[in-house]
Structures are given as C-alpha cells and as structure tokens.
C-alpha cells in the first residue's frame, strides 16, 4: 500500500487505464473464444449426425442383401467425398451383434473401436470423444433400422486433432486483434495521461509553495495574473466586505459599504469564466483560492492583532479555558496580577483550582454541562490566589472556538471589596434586626426562666422546711427545668445563628424552616399586638441559599407587614382586623414563597421604587430605607425575584419566586 502511493499519478492512470483495457480484452476474447468454439463444435459434430443418417438410409437395404461391396464402396464414398478427407478420420458400419460389416481403414480395424460407443435404446444418435491408435476422434453412432428393426449403426468419426486447428486458428486471430486494439489504447492513454498529468504537476509546485507560506510563486507557475493587492479596496481596508468572498452578506449590506468602490462588482482578481478543460478550470479556481488566502490572510491577521490588543489591555482578568479538560490555555497579564500567578504558572492549570468552593456554580460546572447557554453570568463567586487569600469576582463566560478547539472565555471582575460592603451592609441590617426582636426575644427567654425560678424556689423550700421532695415530684422538677434550659439554649442558639456571617459556599436551604425561625421569634409580639398570622407552608424542594439571610429576608417582609397594619390604626383609620398570611408552594420547578397583609398598601406610583435603597413610605425617623434594599439583593444573589401585588382585598402582598436547587452536579443548581 506505501508503494502504491508513492507511484506518480501519470503511472496510476497509465497503469490502471491499460489493466482495464487488458481485463476487458482479454474477456471479450474469452467469451467469443466460448462462444464460437462451441458453436462450431456443435456444427461439426451436427455435419456428421448428418453423415450418418445418410448413410444408415442407404446402407439399410445393403445390411439386408448382405452385400458387403456396396457397403465398403458406400462408406468410402462418403469419407472422400469433398473436404470430408480432412474431417472425416474413419466410417465404419456393424450389426446389432457388433460385427464389423464395412470400414474406410486401410489397415487392419482397431480393436479399441469395438463397441465402444454403444446407442441406447430409442436413442437416435449417440456422441463420444475415443481414443484409437494414439490419436483421439469424435465418434457419432447413428442406428440403421428397416422399419421397426434395427439393423446395426454407423459409427462416423470427426477428427479431433482438425478441430483443434481450427480453433488454434481462430484463437491466434483473436490474439492478433486484442494485440492491435491494446497498442491503440496504450498510445492513447498515454497521451491522455499525459494531457492530465502535466498541469497537475504544475497545480502541485503551486500547492507546495503555498504550503510554504508562498503566495507569489504560485501566480509563475500557472500564469497567473498578480496585481498589486493596493488594486483591491477589499484589501486594503479589511473592514470592508469583499464583493465576491462575502456574499452571503447580501446586495443591501453590501451596498452601503461598496459605494466607494464601483469596480468590486468586477473583480480584477476573482476570475471565473469557464472556459478551457477541467484541468484548466481547476487551475482557475486554484488562483482565485490563492487570491482568496491572500485577503484573509491580512484580515485573519489583524484580527489576531485586534483580538490580542483587546485581551491584553482588559482592566479585568481574562481566562480562555479549554471546554474538554477545564485547563486554563490562555490569560491576560491582568490575571497575573489579580491571581498572583504568574503566566507560565496559569498555563494548563485547571480552572477548578482558582474556585475550590464554587461547587455546582462555577466555571468547571459550567463546562460540564452542555444544555448551558452558550453567554452566562456567574455572580459573586469566591476565588482564591496563590497565597489563599479570597478574591470575590463576577464571571462572564462564553463559548468560543480558540486554536481548533472547545473552549471558553471568562472575564473576572472585581467584587471582593463590594462583597464585603455588602456583608458588612446585612451584618449590619441583622443586627438591627436582633434589636427589634429584642421584645419577643424577652418574652420568649422569660418563659423558660420563669419555669425555672418557680422549680427551683420549690426545691429550696422543701430543703429550708427539712423535707425530703417526693419521688415522683423530684423527678417532674428536674425534667421540666432541665427542659426549659434547653428551650432557652435553643433560642440563645437559633439568635447566634441568625447573626453570624453567612459563609460564602451556598446551601440547601427549605423555605419553611427560616420562616418558622421567624415566628419563633416574633410571633409572640404579633399576637400582643392583634395581628393574627396564618401559615400555609407546603411541602417544597430546598433552594441554594443561606438559612439566616433568608431568614432575615423573611423578618423584613413581616416587621414591614407589621408597621403597614399598625400605620392603619392611626386616628380616623377605619378599625378591622388585621392579619399576616405567608403561603409556599412549589410551581414549573421553583419555590414560590407570598407574604400577604390587609394593611395600608403601597401605592401603584410608588411600587417602582420601594426596592431603591433609602426611599421609605414610613414617617421620618421610623425607617432608613434599606430593609427592602437589601431583600431585593439577597433575593437576586440567589437567582431568585420578587414580585409586589395588591391583593383584591387591599393591603400588599410580595411574592418571592427562587430556583429549586438541581442535581449539584449540574451547572446552575
């Protein structure tokens, strides 16, 4: 097979055209060669069928007198008669019991010729090839009858050695004629073969040298024109769209940017107006592809340039990852300094080693799933440097083609100094908060601590008095004090809870349970001040969250519930009840969260702004502003929304709408 490929094109053709025209001969030869020496076998051994039932109509008569003369002269007569000297080898005639009645042989009758080709029953003739004397003869033993009788045969044998010289003779005729048409053809397809080969051999120097990064050598050795590229305006402005290679643009959107440049629409460089062999238009089309090179040649390379200016000089840290093993192929100078990596450092380093706790939210998952989009935002992820320090960032990353591969580009922005802002902004809106919880959170601890002060002065009485406490009254003190401590450790832990720093790695969080913490909490209150609260909690998916922001998301939506009620008991409000209602359920794969009150409502041209930081419907000095802020940034961290409705009743209902959490091996979960 290597051999076979290193054999020219000229020899291929050469060869492969005259094994065909051999193959084909060779089986013309041999059909006809079949065909006429099966047809003239069967004309010989029909001729001497012929002969013997000739001679069996004549000789009936002689085998009945017998009368030996006429037989011997009757056969000899017909061996001799005309070319039958040549074909004819003997003629001999017997009777039914095998005796030799009349022969043409001079010599003595063969032996081997003694019944050796005996007619079958019925049978009108009977063909043989024998053996006699050292030659070979074609035997056709026809049956002579008188009537219903049958006398004796005539046995006629065809030479076979004239038979072979005949077919010698047709067979040298056959050769002679595939030798003259096998000259022919090598004459002609060495002509054409050369015809072809010529021209390709030029178009492969041509390939050569443009694979060598020559695009002037070309135009020599095709005869090609090579105008100076100044000639073409498409050339020398490459934002302008060639007439011929961008087509696809349309006449219109082309029409604008040709107007200065009349002559594209007939092209000094494109040529193509078939004329000439296939050979000369692929010659042609070779020119034109060269040309073609040679223009986006220069565009590809200014876009490299454009491409590589605009990613070195990007204020922002700019990856390029490979789609297929997640390894970093490329980064700007900008990610060197951010990451404190140096460049040979980022190269081949998988990107998972930059976002160690993004988990199913960061690049690496984003590779992974390929029913992602093909642009996304990934918001406030948390990097880490060389030294571990963390560095929060929000990506943009889409999908591209780089170097004949998969991969994407990210660009990193930022954020770790408004992250913290923003941490510090809930840290201190939780605490404020605490603050406002700090009436129920007595009534809740006083409860337990009442339960055991009463316990434990009876216990001190009893021991004052010198009595022993009875048994079964001891052991209900204990648990019921020991009881209460744990319900008031839980309280104590459930506030230290809610006011620690969320960490930074997202979790399964269920909606009902940070709304429970905060009725816990605040529930008491309500119902001092006549709020009746009503829970409808389905049963729901857990979403990607932190419980304690929620949970703070949930205490501003109820303490604003809260102010609207009392705001409608003001001097001249009609009087009413006043309720709070929170509902979840889950609806097309989210979480779906309302919180719905019968207050005073906000008014429809203020909706629009109520989630704009500082603007409050509240009197001076009851509020900053910012409760409704900063929900509306949690809400959003977690790929969540919120929504303000006024229910038919009146009063004021937000609905908050999240993602349920996915498989955490799927991006975006």
């Known amino acids: 097979m290597f051999a076979y490929r290193r054999v020219s094109l000229k020899l291929k053709m050469f060869g492969g055209a005259m094994a065909v025209v051999l193959l084909v001969s060779a089986a013309i030869a041999l059909l006809a060669r079949w065909i006429l020496v099966t047809s003239l076998n069967r004309e010989l051994e029909q001729r001497g069928v012929a002969i013997g039932q000739s001679l069996s109509e004549r000789a009936s008569g002689f085998i009945l007198d017998k009368d030996r003369a006429n037989l011997v002269s009757l056969v000899f007569d017909a061996a001799q008669l005309g070319e039958r000297r040549i074909l004819v080898s003997y003629i001999f005639i017997e009777d039914t019991e095998g005796r030799i009645l009349a022969n043409t042989f001079m010599r003595p009758f063969p032996k081997e010729l003694l019944r050796v080709n005996r007619i079958p029953e019925g049978a009108e003739s009977r063909i043989r090839l024998v053996e006699f004397e050292g030659a070979q003869a074609i035997d056709i033993a026809v049956p002579v009858r008188e009537g219903i009788y049958t006398l004796g045969a005539v046995h006629v044998g065809l030479s076979k050695s004239h038979i072979d010289s005949l077919v010698g003779t047709l067979r040298t005729t056959f050769l002679g004629f595939i030798a003259a048409v096998t000259v022919v053809m090598f004459l002609i397809v060495l002509r054409l073969s050369n015809a072809v080969a010529r021209p390709i051999t030029r178009l492969t120097r041509a390939a050569d040298a443009v694979s060598r990064g020559s695009l002037e050598e070309p135009a020599d050795l095709l005869g090609l024109r090579d105008a100076a590229p100044r000639d073409c305006p498409a050339y020398a402005n490459t934002d302008l769209p060639c007439w011929h290679f961008d087509q696809s643009l349309g006449d219109e959107a082309l029409a604008g940017s040709l107007e200065n440049a009349p002559t594209c629409r007939e092209c000094r460089f494109y040529r193509k107006d078939g004329g000439g062999d296939e050979v000369a238009q692929l010659a042609e089309s070779f020119g034109n ?249 389905g049963e729901l998916a857990p979403i990607k969250a932190h419980a304690n922001r929620l949970e703070q998301v949930f205490f501003n939506l109820v303490v604003n519930a809260r102010d609207a009620l009392v705001q409608s008991l003001r001097p001249g409000a009609p009087e009413g009840p006043r309720s709070i209602a929170i509902a979840t359920r889950m609806a097309d794969g989210r979480v779906i969260a309302t919180v719905t009150d019968n207050g005073c409502g906000i008014p429809e041209s203020e909706r629009h702004k109520i989630f704009e930081p500082f603007f409050t419907t509240k009197q001076a000095g009851q509020g900053m502003g910012l409760g409704l802020a900063i929900t509306y940034g949690i809400i959003k961290d977690y790929g969540g929304d919120i929504v303000v409705d006024e229910p038919p009743g009146g009063g004021c209902t937000f609905r908050l709408i999240f993602p349920a959490a996915r498989d955490p091996g799927v991006f975006g979960a």
Not at 377 to 403: E, S
Not at 471 to 494: F, P
């Open 289 to 537: 592809m060269i040309w073609s090179m040679r223009l986006y040649r220069r565009r590809l390379r200014e876009s490299e340039e454009k491409y590589r200016s605009l990613f070195d000089s990007n204020p922002d840290p700019v990856f390029v990852v490979d789609a297929e093993n997640g390894c970093i192929l490329d980064a700007n100078s900008q990610a060197e300094d951010a990451y404190g990596y140096a460049r040979k450092e980022l190269l081949g380093r998988p990107v998972a080693d930059l976002e160690p706790d993004a988990g199913a939210h960061g690049v690496a998952a984003y590779l992974a799933d390929r029913d992602a989009p093909e642009r996304v935002l990934l918001p406030k992820l948390r990097h880490v440097k060389k030294d571990g320090a963390p560095l929060y960032v929000n990506l943009h990353a889409c999908r591209i083609a780089y170097r004949g591969r998969d991969a994407v580009i990210v660009s990193a922005t930022d954020v770790t100094e408004l992250v913290e802002k923003d941490a510090q902004l809930i840290q201190a809106s939780k605490m404020k908060t605490l603050g406002e919880m700090s009436a129920g959170i007595a009534h809740e601890l006083n409860q337990p601590l009442n339960a055991i002060k009463m316990g434990s002065d009876y216990l001190r009485l009893l021991s004052e008095s010198g009595r022993k406490p009875p048994a079964g009254d001891l052991d209900a003190v204990t648990a019921q004090i020991s009881e209460q401590v744990d319900r008031a450790a839980a309280i104590i832990a459930h506030l230290r809870d809610f006011g620690r720093k969320s960490q930074p790695t997202l979790e399964n969080v269920d909606v009902n349970d940070p709304i429970r913490g905060v009725f816990a909490i605040i529930g008491h209150e309500l119902s001092l001040q006549g709020i009746a609260v009503t829970l409808d909690l």
